[in-house]
């Protein structure tokens, strides 16, 4: 089972940002967090990851909490092509090391 | 950007038919994985490969499945004889190989098994 606890759905204004926020209470320390969004059935499309440090990329922000049992997904200016589905999942540091993915938070945007 | 291609989009096939579902990963990785997604469902993971073997497999993917990578380039996964059930999004993924590198996934075949 998927070790981490989104909200089933957010909604979020065109051109707002979009905070996504995830729990992961029983992280191991070797754990890394992944978000992945995917859009109407595509595949999963990777998006950001981070062990401890914030991180930025040109999709999106990654806010960890100090202790790493908490994190949040921000989509700066979020545009309607944004409406997905966006999981978080924590992922071991190994490189065989699969995903698991649970039900994710379904973000719709609206004009 | 490279990306993980599959092919065909969209395969149907007779319950009891063998199908194979081809994907070419991206070049320089070296972890390939299948997913699968029933309509409505999770995505749950099949089976990882590495180094022409199987590294992980999970309980979905039982003898009726296999994997093979036949030349440098491809990488397929066979079920022998398809079931109502397999009918699903079919996605095909890869991975540099460090620790911390992301999986890249394809954009899927939908399997109809009438």
């Known amino acids: 089972d998927a070790k981490t606890t989104q909200p089933p759905s957010m909604d979020c204004a065109e051109g707002r940002a979009a905070n996504l926020p995830c729990n992961h209470s029983?992280?191991?320390?070797?754990?890394?967090v992944y978000w992945y969004r995917q859009i109407h059935s595509q595949g999963p499309q990777y998006i950001i990851h981070?062990?401890?440090n914030n991180e930025t990329n040109e999709m999106a922000s990654l806010i960890i909490t100090e202790d790493r049992k908490s994190s949040t997904l921000i989509l700066p200016h979020a545009t309607l092509r944004d409406t997905a589905v966006y999981y978080c999942?924590?992922?071991?540091?190994?490189?065989?090391?699969?995903?698991?993915f649970g039900k994710g938070t379904m973000l719709l945007v609206s004009p | 950007e490279p990306e993980v291609t599959q092919t065909p989009s969209h395969q149907v096939t007779q319950m009891g038919q063998e199908v194979i579902l081809r994907c070419v990963p991206i070049?320089?990785?070296?972890?390939f994985y299948w997913y699968r997604q029933i309509l409505g469902q999770k995505v749950e993971f099949l089976v990882s490969f590495y180094n022409n073997e199987i590294s992980e497999k999970s309980e979905i993917f039982d003898d009726q499945f296999s994997v093979e990578r036949p030349d440098g380039s491809n990488f397929t996964l066979k079920i022998r004889s398809t079931k109502l059930e397999d009918s699903a999004m079919y996605f095909c993924?890869?991975?540099?190989?460090?620790?911390?590198?992301?999986?890249?996934f394809g954009n899927g075949t939908r399997l109809t098994v009438t």
């Open positions: 999942i924590v992922r071991v540091d190994l490189g065989y090391s699969t995903l698991t």
């Open positions: 981070g062990l401890k």
């Open positions: 993924a890869s991975s540099g190989g460090q620790g911390n590198s992301p999986l890249h």
């Open positions: 029983t992280i191991s320390g070797n754990e890394y």
């Open positions: 070049s320089n990785h070296l972890y």
